[in-house]
T-cell receptor
Framework: IAGITQAPTSQILAAGRRMTLRCTQD?????MYWYRQDLGLGLRLIHY???????GKGEVPDGYSVSRANTDDFPLTLASAVPSQTSVYFC???????????FGPGTRLTVL | AQSVTQLGSHVSVSEGALVLLRCNYS??????LFWYVQYPNQGLQLLLK??????LVKGINGFEAEFKKSETSFHLTKPSAHMSDAAEYFCAVSSASGAGSYQLTFGKGTKLSVIP
């Protein structure tokens, strides 16, 4: 079934540890995105990529990095996790920026 | 800069009653507008979208929304609520932000409860 997969589904992480959240899409979409969802704040864009090989910063990029080596994969890395990064993380993709975005099932991350 | 305001973080309706979820946006250029639904512990699913064609947009599950430029609104409605409509709903606006790129901005969401 075409769509977006995210891994892991959930994770508990000690503060200071490095963590990579994985995202893969099989729709050949050019654009991909990472959001975090926090109660009362809605979804906030962390980083985006318009096409393979390019990335950009969103609303809340600090403490996160991304790479886009190919069309399908868009991993999000927390170099040194902090408790304020406890959140639900959603990956999304679209055929180009401006079109509707398709979302993955999310990763629930807890940083202790 | 663009923004989205959803009036009411929580809306309760009786089963069979009209559903009205409000969304106002600000954008300096003609926008694309979207409504997404999120069921518990799931990702977001597109309900409907406005992309400068017909101002009344029909979506899935009996929902529709009307784009009103003069009011900068894109309210979501459904004539008769079902129990299965209980979820969180997000309005989003996408518009060009220069150099051919776009920014999608979400409202903070409205949680819909349906009372039997």
């Amino acid at each position: 079934i075409a769509g977006i997969t995210q891994a892991p589904t959930s994770q508990i992480l000690a503060a200071g540890r490095r963590m990579t959240l994985r995202c893969t899409q099989d729709m050949r979409h050019n654009a991909m995105y990472w959001y975090r969802q926090d109660l009362g704040l809605g979804l906030r864009l962390i980083h985006y990529s318009n096409t393979a090989g390019t990335t950009g910063k969103g609303e809340v990029p600090d403490g996160y990095s991304v790479s886009r080596a190919n069309t399908d994969d868009f991993p999000l890395t927390l170099a040194s996790a902090v408790p304020s990064q406890t959140s639900v993380y959603f990956c999304a993709s679209s055929s180009h920026r401006g079109n509707e975005q398709f979302f993955g099932p999310g990763t629930r991350l807890t940083v202790l | 800069a663009q923004s989205v305001t959803q009036l009411g973080s929580h809306v309760s309706v009786s089963e069979g009653a009209l559903v009205l979820l409000r969304c106002n946006y600000s954008s300096s250029v003609p926008p694309y507008l979207f409504w997404y639904v999120q069921y518990p512990n799931q990702g977001l699913q597109l309900l409907l979208k406005y992309t400068s064609a017909a101002t009344l947009v029909k979506g899935i599950n009996g929902f529709e929304a009307e784009f009103k430029k003069s009011e900068t609104s894109f309210h979501l409605t459904k004539p008769s609520a079902h129990m299965s409509d209980a979820a969180e709903y997000f309005c989003a606006v996408s518009s060009a932000s220069g150099a051919g790129s776009y920014q999608l901005t979400f409202g903070k969401g409205t949680k819909l409860s349906v009372i039997p």
